[in-house]
């Protein structure tokens, strides 16, 4: 069977070996005659699964021992409320640094819990860019700051974290977790979906201080607590059990390739080769980010006329390009190349970039 090149912003390609291994074992799993899928979340075979999991995340992301590695679900949206309900109190106000769309959403559902701020905005612009760091407003009676590394929509990644706030930094890294080397300790909390860099959705990634689980109000339900599952090793209640299985050969996938640093020289690979040919096209294709800003999980781009933009995308669907449509906020195009997205296909769609300006131009 002939694969799709796999542009999709989310759920969004997956290594081919996982997607095989998978699939060799997925009536019989470790020999027990049953899939993962049917396997007691308390047994031995898949308590393996689950701890190797959490074992290769630390080492891949180089986390430190002052940190716990959690295994959750609800995806980043979940997180939105959970962590406004755990870290922000009534005399705090909640710092969020807009630069896109799920930060709006996440500033939205912390607004129903308590005060909340924006210490930098790129909306003006429809978020062209990365807030400078010399811009961003800190406050004494920040709870926490709240920013979003990779911005799907947009096409607009935050190039370094350079930045010192006193109170605790937190980051949705839903898009762009694992596929670049990042100082963990930099941050109390890092939190991501799954379903873009680490496997398919139903998992969510969340990388919290310990420190941070001492100070969360009685009234919080047990089930959004964040020390609930710290306590249980993510196993307070069933867990998303194939999606951690997916996850757990994902991350084997990232060690053989590899880890942290490779995905970045890998993904540096194919950003090059689809903004050189927006820049060397004289404006026949239109870069929706400000250089500097540029996105390496995410191209965004316009054609000069919304009839081009539409041609464009029919003949590439004809061509089998999957998931190039634009957000409707943006519109256009958009390229989302994953970690697990290949340079091939990264070529190909170049090749066919470069061909449709020659016949449209």
Known sequence: MKRAHNFNAG???LPLKVLQQAQEEMLNFNN???????LSHRGPDYEQVHNEAITL???LLAIPDQYEV?????????????IPMNFLSKDKTANYILTGSWSEKAIKEANYVGNTTSGASSKESNYTYIPNKDSISFNDSDAYVHLTSNNTIYGTQWQDFDIKPTSPLIVDMSSDILSR????????MIYAGAQKNLGPSGVTLVIIKKDLLKHV????PTLLRYKTHADKNSLYHTPPTFAIYILNKVLHWVKENGGAAGMEERNAKKARLLYDTIDKSAGFYQGHAEKDSRSSMNVTFNLKTEELNAKFLKEAKEAGFVGLNG????????ASIYNAVSLESCQALQEFMTNFQKNNS
């Open 57 to 59: 995340i630390k080492e």
């Open 32 to 38: 027990t005659g049953m899939s993962v899928m049917e």
């Open 217 to 220: 109000p009685e009234h919080v």
């Open 11 to 13: 759920p969004a390609a």
């Open 70 to 82: 959690l295994l959750m679900q609800g995806g980043a949206s979940l997180q939105f409320s959970m």
């Open 327 to 334: 957000h409707r906020s943006v519109g256009g195009c958009r």
């Open 181 to 188: 080397p990042v100082p963990v300790e930099h941050f109390s």
